[in-house]
């Protein structure tokens, strides 16, 4: 895929006469598309005039600054944006602060970094959550729709929310085939038949409209659950001292998939073709078991080390995780699939289901568990001090923290590492500086519409 606009816009900030930009961006066009070198000049012509019209400064100091983007400095693959570890999490809980503005007070916010967002509705919760598409599986549309569907479904359930809808957004470049929209779609609609949990809307755009070839796809899929009352969404912040932590197997979702299919062993992602994780959910709704539950959660964030340390965070107590029935819990094939091919299953999403509980009613909820023929366990508890998780494996504990990047789980990504490429202080550092632009920024844009709504001149302020 080829992003003209962007490639226009770094060429000309770098200076390069117009001539040659135009040649740079005819390559580019007659690398994806069959015209002709007279066809291809003239659409390179008509980008870069675009794009210098768009870099023409409005004469308003004020809609300058609006129409300017914050800057950092720091790109995405630097920050770990995406890669589930410290870098991501650090970054997504300053999006966090920015989408909880505005005084509204939902029952669970994007401050709490939990699985989904609820909010009360006339004594009803409604649950929502929203999970972009695995980026590696943009080539593989049916495997992408079947598990972002099922990430989507499972934060619903996880919060013991019944899904009553699916949503889609979907995204193809230029030059991407029509049919990877009806793959992509036939594998969330394969889930929704699986489990009752209609697909009901969605969006289908193209990535950047005229100005991005290629055939990549981008998408997400959302879902929508209810629950009868607060008292009962299984927050992160309701695990308490003393709770077990019992695990089903994992086997995976995306990000095995892409394991497997990217180390040449697509057969191992047969194992993550399954939907055993929501029918787990669904079987202790259906019980009223999960009135029982403090939490529920998923082990994709990071892996253990990420949703560990953010329970601990969220929830002020501690954890200790026994590493050897943790690992037991992995479905053998998918395991035996990360240790040949050198990923630590405590970094990566293995997709099992974690379920905080009282002592009292682990039993009852292992045996309802494992009459699904599912394979379920203790694999630790959760402590009130010191508020740390904590790895027990050899009679030894160590502390369980996330890198800076997820555990890397295919060829480029071990290239890229999974620590940070420079002082993570002085990344945190410049995207707190945009951080706090954009909050700028956004009074500035309530404040705008407010003023204009009531007839008040703004133009020419700073």
Same mark, same amino acid.
């Given at each position: ?8 816009? #770094? ?23 069959? #015209? ?14 675009? %794009?210098?019209?768009?870099? %023409? ?91 972002? =569907? ?12 019944? *899904? ?25 609609? =394969? ?21 991005? +070839? ?17 008292? #009962? ?7 308490? *001292? ?14 095995? =998939? ?13 194992? /993550? ?46 954890? +200790? ?52 023929? %599912? ?7 959760? %402590?009130?001090? *010191?508020?740390?998780?904590? #790895? ?14 997820? =555990?890397?789980? /295919? ?52």
């Amino acid at each position: 895929m080829s992003d003209l606009e962007g490639l226009a816009n #770094l060429l000309l900030d770098q200076g390069l006469p117009e001539g040659e930009i135009v040649e740079r961006l005819k390559l580019e066009i007659e690398t994806f598309k069959r #015209l002709s070198g007279e066809a291809s000049r003239r659409l390179a012509e008509a980008v870069l005039a675009e %794009v210098k019209q768009s870099r %023409v400064k409005p004469s308003s100091p004020l809609f300058r600054r609006l129409l300017e983007a914050s800057q950092s400095r720091v790109s995405m693959g630097r920050m770990g944006v995406g890669c589930r570890g410290e870098g991501d999490f650090y970054v997504h809980s300053l999006i966090a602060d920015i989408a909880s503005l505005g005084g509204l007070k939902p029952l669970l916010s994007p401050l709490a970094l939990d699985d989904a967002g609820a909010v009360e509705h006339e004594g009803t919760v409604v649950v929502v959550a929203v999970d972009g598409t695995h980026s590696r599986l943009s080539r593989f549309p049916l495997i992408a729709g079947f598990h972002v =569907a099922r990430a989507a479904l499972r934060d619903v359930y996880v919060k013991g929310a019944k *899904p009553v809808a699916l949503f889609d957004d979907l995204h193809l470049a230029d030059d991407g085939d029509v049919g990877m929209l009806f793959d992509f779609v036939a594998g969330v609609s =394969a889930v929704s038949e699986l489990v009752g949990v209609p697909l009901i809307s969605g969006s289908t755009l193209r990535v950047g409209g005229d100005m991005v +070839i290629g055939d990549r796809m981008v998408s997400c899929v959302g879902a929508v659950g209810l629950l009868k009352s607060p008292e #009962l969404l299984a927050a992160k912040r309701r695990v308490k *001292p003393g709770d077990l932590i019992l695990m089903t197997e994992g086997a995976g979702g995306g990000t095995v =998939a892409t394991t497997a299919i990217y180390s040449g062993k697509p057969e191992a992602l047969k194992e /993550t073709l399954n939907v055993r994780f929501l029918e787990v959910c669904q079987h202790l709704l259906d019980k009223g078991l999960h009135k029982l539950i403090h939490c529920m959660t998923d082990v994709t964030n990071g892996g253990i080390r990420g949703d560990a340390v953010s329970i601990c965070r969220e929830a002020k107590v501690g954890m +200790i995780v026994d590493g050897e029935a943790f690992r037991r819990l992995i479905n053998p094939k998918v395991l035996r699939l990360l240790e040949e091919e050198g990923v630590d299953p405590l970094g990566v999403s293995v997709d099992s289901l974690l379920v905080f509980a009282p002592e009292e009613h682990v039993e009852t909820l292992l045996k309802e568990i494992r009459s699904l023929n %599912v394979k379920v366990d203790v694999v630790g508890e959760v %402590v009130a001090e *010191p508020r740390k998780a904590y #790895l027990r494996e050899d009679g030894r504990l160590r502390e369980l923290k996330p890198k800076f990047r997820e =555990a890397a789980y /295919t060829l480029v990504k071990k290239l890229v590492g999974e620590e940070a490429e420079e002082s993570f202080e002085e990344l945190k550092a410049r995207v707190e500086k945009a951080y706090r632009e954009a909050l700028a920024k956004r009074r500035l844009l309530v404040n705008l519409v407010k003023g204009l709504e009531r007839g008040e001149a703004f133009e020419g302020s700073g």
